[in-house]
Each structure stands twice: as structure tokens, then as C-alpha cells.
């Protein structure tokens, strides 16, 4: 028998868990169960078990490997000319989620982050990183801003960027969805007004 190597391994683990994303996107996390994925990955207990001691360390690993793309596409876009509009950005975003797993399991970790402390801290972690990116993205947006202004701004694109898909891949799933800059030449209208009444 040829000798297991840390490649193989990293193969055979990779496999489980894009066996266990495409379990927990149809069905959810909690109405599948490990049977569930070692059929999916064609595997026995024994074979998945060596890689995930429970169900719970494999939600835990996917919600760190979920976003893991976005912070990585969005750190090589940041410097990179010409400079992305806001609309784009939250595309890229979007188009990076989506590159590999189906909507409903991003969906389901940031459900998640709500009661589950491990995936909570995961996504956070995450986020952090994020920001700290998009803040650079503001910063060349609005030369001369302030880092506190920055950041503000970036909360805000996360905060759009998160509404915007849901709206486009949950509540527009089946229909013809909205441009994102068409959501945000509306949104600005709003903002405008907002600021005209203060």
C-alpha cells in the first residue's frame, strides 16, 4: 500500500467538506446528520470521523472557510486600477460568495453565528478582516477621510453588500433581480433627503 501522503489528506478533507456544503445548503445544518455526509462524500464513518470528530467542528470549518475567498479577492482588487465602483465591489463580493457553494449556505452560518459561539467568533474574525479592506476602498473613494470615516463607510458597504444579497438571491431568487447600482443610485436618493431634513 503506497504511503498516505499529507497531500492525500488535505484531498480526502477537502472533499468532506464540500461534501458537507452541499448537504447543509439543501437540507440545512441541523436536519443533516453525519450518515448524510459520509453518503455524500462516498465515504464510511470511520473515513470522515479521522478528518471531523461531529457535525458541529465541520459547521465550524465551513464558516471560517466560507468568507476566506471574499477577504482574499478583496485584498487583490484593493490596489489594483482601475479603482472598482461601490456597486462593483458588492458584486465581486457576491460573485465570490456564490463561485462555489449555493446562496442558502451563507445564509445558514450567518444564522448560525446567532447561538453557536464557535461559528459567532469565526464570522466575526472574518468580518474584521473585511472591513479592514474595504476600509481601503473608502479611504480612495473619499481622499482626505478621516480612518474613523473610512470605516464608518466600509460598515456601511458590508451592511448594503449583506442586504443586497439577500434581496437578490432570496427574495428575487426567482425573478428578475435588481442591479446592485441601481439599488444604490436609489439608495442615494434616500440618503440625500435624509441628510436634507436634518
Known amino acids: ?30 436536519a443533516t446528520s453525519m450518515p448524510d455526509v459520509c453518503a455524500e462524500a462516498g465515504m464510511s464513518a470511520g473515513g470522515v470521523y479521522r478528518y471531523f470528530d461531529s457535525k458541529e467542528t465541520l459547521i465550524a470549518e465551513l464558516a471560517e472557510l466560507e468568507l476566506a475567498p471574499v477577504y482574499d479577492v478583496l485584498r487583490a482588487a484593493a490596489d489594483a486600477e482601475p479603482l472598482l465602483r461601490p456597486a462593483e ?18 445564509l445558514q452560518v450567518w444564522a448560525e453565528a446567532v447561538h453557536n459561539p464557535a461559528v459567532h467568533d469565526s464570522v466575526r474574525r472574518r468580518t474584521a478582516g473585511i472591513l479592514d479592506i474595504l476600509s481601503s476602498f473608502t479611504r480612495r473613494w473619499m481622499p482626505g477621510c ?26 428575487e431568487a426567482s425573478a428578475e433581480r435588481t442591479a446592485t447600482h441601481t439599488l444604490l443610485e436609489s439608495l442615494d436618493g434616500v440618503v440625500r433627503a435624509e441628510l436634507q431634513n436634518e
Do not use: K
Open 1 to 30: 500500500m503506497p504511503p498516505v501522503t499529507p497531500e492525500y489528506l488535505a484531498r480526502r478533507r477537502a472533499a468532506i467538506l464540500a461534501a458537507a456544503a452541499r448537504c447543509f445548503a439543501a437540507n440545512g445544518f441541523h
Open 89 to 106: 465591489v458588492i458584486d465581486l463580493v457576491h460573485r465570490t460568495v456564490l463561485a462555489d457553494n449555493p446562496s442558502s449556505l451563507l
Open 146 to 171: 478621516s480612518e474613523d470615516a473610512a470605516l464608518s463607510a466600509a460598515r456601511a458597504l458590508m451592511a448594503v453588500s449583506m442586504g443586497t444579497f439577500v434581496l437578490q438571491n432570496v427574495m
